[in-house]
Antibody
Framework: EVQLVESGGGLVQPGGSLRLSCAAS????????MNWVRQAPGKGLEWVSH????????YNTDSVKGRFTVSRDNAKNSLYLQMNSLGAEDTAVYYC??????????????WGKGTTVTVSS | ETVMTQSPGTLSVSPGERATLSCRAS??????LAWYQQKPGQAPRLLMY???TRATGIPARFSGSGSGTEFTLTISSLQPEDFALYYC??????????FGGGTKVEIK
């Protein structure tokens, strides 16, 4: 069964850091580019980061540039999101989602259930 | 950046009726447009990609159309499980690939 399972969310103080993980199973992880998508409470979906299948290309949305870093370990079938300098505006459910191409940002056909990040003092 | 605008924000429909959801792009996205369904407390689920191709397991009552800047998702006869939030997403002008703001389909 194709599956994505996120972990690492929690409560963090403003200015703090958090590292999210996404464990993939049931498919050849390195053959797909991956994304992080977040959803603030009561709000819509916001694409955050994309990384190519080899990890050679990475893109972030403007609001997280310089603060968030997406990475992957294909040997461990895992995707990561290192989040630094967190602010209240980063409070959201964070989903990892699979794109259908090894290189390009496409539609997302597999989603995890999400992990919740709350930034509050 | 390509801005995606969905309308209406909320659509009130009776079970068995037809629902038509719209998504407009601020610039052409060709047919690189996907639709997702999201129910409360759940992750989004892919419904449609390439504007008009149903994803695996999606019932035939869901159909998508459009190209360029105007797109439509139609649910031909709403079933109780179809009441949810629906989002469109463009993947033509990337790496920014924003979603639309969503349309809530509620029971009338």
């Amino acid at each position: 069964e194709v599956q994505l399972v996120e972990s690492g969310g929690g409560l963090v103080q403003p200015g703090g850091s958090l590292r999210l993980s996404c464990a993939a199973s049931g498919f050849t992880f390195s053959s797909y580019s991956m994304n992080w998508v977040r959803q603030a409470p009561g709000k819509g979906l916001e694409w955050v980061s994309h990384i190519g299948g080899s990890g050679g290309t990475r893109y972030n949305t403007d609001s997280v540039k310089g603060r968030f870093t997406v990475s992957r370990d294909n040997a461990k079938n895992s995707l990561y999101l290192q989040m630094n300098s967190l602010g209240a505006e980063d409070t959201a459910v964070y989903y990892c989602a699979r794109s259908t191409s090894p290189l390009y940002y496409t539609y997302m056909d597999v989603w995890g259930k999400g992990t919740t990040v709350t930034v509050s003092s | 950046e390509t801005v995606m605008t969905q309308s209406p924000g909320t659509l009130s429909v009776s079970p068995g009726e037809r629902a038509t959801l719209s998504c407009r792009a601020s610039q052409s996205v060709g047919t690189s447009l996907a639709w997702y369904q999201q129910k409360p407390g759940q992750a989004p689920r892919l419904l449609m990609y390439d504007a008009s191709t149903r994803a695996t397991g999606i019932p035939a009552r869901f159909s998508g159309s459009g190209s360029g800047t105007e797109f439509t998702l139609t649910i031909s006869s709403l079933q109780p499980e179809d009441f949810a939030l629906y989002y469109c997403q463009q993947y033509y002008n990337w790496p920014s690939g924003p979603f639309g703001g969503g349309t809530k389909v509620e029971i009338k």
